[in-house]
T-cell receptor, first 113, second 116 residues
Framework: AQSVTQLDSQVPVFEEAPVELRCNYS??????LFWYVQYPNQGLQLLLKYLSGSTLVESINGFEAEFNKSQTSFHLRKPSVHISDTAEYFC???????????FGKGTMLLVSP | EAEVAQSPRYKITEKSQAVAFWCDPISGHATLYWYRQILGQGPELLVQ????????DSQLPKDRFSAERLKGVDSTLKIQPAELGDSAMYLC??????????????FGQGTRLTVV
């Protein structure tokens, strides 16, 4: 079985500051890794994913995440956040050979002016 | 732009009543998922369909929950009877053929259920 730990339930940050949302996973098999974003009362939107290849993956809106196999981590970073980035962020894993996602409990990113 | 449609968006029901949610996946998507998201938690899989067949319903409380996808297209999730602890967001997602390389799961906007 797989599990995901998001260490921070809430991360407050000022606009234009950098941010890191932490994610650690546990699995006995190879995994694929995902970050989803959820705005209030909305469904989840895929932000970025690691499937194979380069361990650094980027989204179109400036987020990036790095897969670290030795640390079993997939932390999400952004060098400069905007007010519009305020949302809940979920890290998820999928075991190789399977097709279901296991989610962490989420991290609420609160960006203030 | 194609999207996963869910209805209703919000539902308030009394405990012990029956309630149903509907999901229409993106056209051509063979895999359909129902997730439950309790406030402050991440989504948890309830059931996964591949076409009309159930692939995984190990976390579905079968004494009160049922799900069907009769023609392999849209799906209905039912709760009977509803309990206070069922208050949550119910999310439907679909993907072309499971969440594999170069495919992803697309989520609907969810149904917010409140049991009173």
């Amino acid at each position: 079985a797989q599990s995901v730990t998001q260490l921070d339930s809430q991360v407050p940050v000022f606009e234009e500051a950098p941010v890191e949302l932490r994610c650690n996973y546990s699995s006995s098999v190879s995994v694929y890794l995902f970050w989803y974003v959820q705005y209030p009362n909305q469904g989840l939107q895929l932000l970025l994913k690691y499937l194979s290849g380069s361990t650094l993956v980027e989204s179109i809106n400036g987020f990036e995440a790095e897969f670290n196999k030795s640390q079993t981590s997939f932390h999400l970073r952004k060098p400069s956040v905007h007010i519009s980035d305020t949302a809940e962020y979920f890290c998820a894993v999928m075991a190789s050979g399977y097709s279901t996602l296991t989610f962490g409990k989420g991290t609420m990113l609160l960006v203030s002016p | 732009e194609a999207e996963v449609a869910q209805s209703p968006r919000y539902k308030i029901t009394e405990k012990s009543q029956a309630v149903a949610f509907w999901c229409d996946p993106i056209s051509g998507h063979a895999t359909l998922y129902w997730y439950r998201q309790i406030l402050g938690q991440g989504p948890e899989l309830l059931v996964q369909f591949q076409d009309e067949s159930v692939v995984d319903d190990s976390q579905l409380p079968k004494d009160r929950f049922s799900a069907e996808r009769l023609k392999g297209v849209d799906s209905t999730l039912k709760i009977q009877p509803a309990e206070l602890g069922d208050s949550a967001m119910y999310l439907c997602a679909s993907s072309f053929l499971g969440v594999r390389l170069n495919t992803e799961a697309f989520f609907g906007q969810g149904t917010r259920l409140t049991v009173v």
